[in-house]
T-cell receptor, first 113, second 112 residues
Framework: GQQLNQSPQSMFIQEGEDVSMNCTSSSIFNTWLWYKQDPGEGPVLLIALYKAGELTSNGRLTAQFGITRKDSFLNISASIPSDVGIYFCAGQLLGGATNKLIFGTGTLLAVQP | DTEVTQTPKHLVMGMTNKKSLKCEQHMGHRAMYWYKQKAKKPPELMFVYSYEKLSINESVPSRFSPECPNSSLLNLHLHALQPEDSALYLC???????????FGNGTRLTVT
């Protein structure tokens, strides 16, 4: 199925460093979502973005909905060991009675204490 | 804790078995989804139910049969699966419109 381009594919950082990851698409989306998935669990919603240009924070996380509506980024400041996991962006297409969610390829984050 | 509950958490089945995965949510969401996820890959959409009616089938093989008995429950019936069907099966739900998906913790399925 369709996937979004997400980069980087993986990151290995030291505790306390800031992290940035982004997603790009050739299609326009109405909503951008960022999820985190821990091993053996389902994706957990971190941030939802509904408007082009919107910048939203959730604690140490900040995400932005690109002006062109074709991209989004997620920043994590002052990383801690529990930030470890796979981060997925997802773009949402609105259409009819049901909306499809297209996922990015994922960014694996490893944080060394 | 997730508000979308999936059972069982783990399932091992042979290729000739029939089993079912169950999903339940009590958030009043009217759209429910089944996703399949392979290790370190993004979830792949399988089925979508909207107001208890099947609205999307992403060309899923007929050995997977979804069912939505009511607005809170979603089942996935499995029959004659193949080893390559082994994966994490995720259920998700949302209010209709542009609200985000909420996922369960999945059922880890192994087909032997």
């Amino acid at each position: 199925g369709q996937q979004l381009n997400q980069s980087p594919q993986s990151m290995f950082i030291q505790e306390g460093e800031d992290v940035s990851m982004n997603c790009t698409s050739s299609s326009i989306f109405n909503t951008w979502l960022w999820y985190k998935q821990d091993p053996g669990e389902g994706p957990v919603l971190l941030i939802a973005l509904y408007k082009a240009g919107e910048l939203t924070s959730n604690g140490r996380l900040t995400a932005q909905f690109g002006i062109t509506r074709k991209d989004s980024f997620l920043n994590i400041s002052a990383s801690i060991p529990s930030d470890v996991g796979i981060y997925f962006c997802a773009g949402q297409l609105l259409g009819g009675a049901t909306n499809k969610l297209i996922f990015g390829t994922g960014t694996l984050l490893a944080v060394q204490p | 804790d997730t508000e979308v509950t999936q059972t069982p958490k783990h399932l091992v089945m042979g290729m000739t078995n029939k089993k079912s995965l169950k999903c339940e949510q009590h958030m009043g969401h009217r759209a429910m989804y089944w996703y399949k996820q392979k290790a370190k890959k993004p979830p792949e959409l399988m089925f979508v139910y909207s107001y208890e009616k099947l609205s999307i089938n992403e060309s899923v093989p007929s050995r997977f049969s979804p069912e939505c008995p009511n607005s809170s429950l979603l089942n996935l019936h499995l029959h004659a699966l193949q080893p390559e069907d082994s994966a994490l099966y995720l259920c998700a739900s949302r209010q209709t419109g542009g609200s985000p998906l909420h996922f369960g913790n999945g059922t880890r399925l192994t087909v032997t």
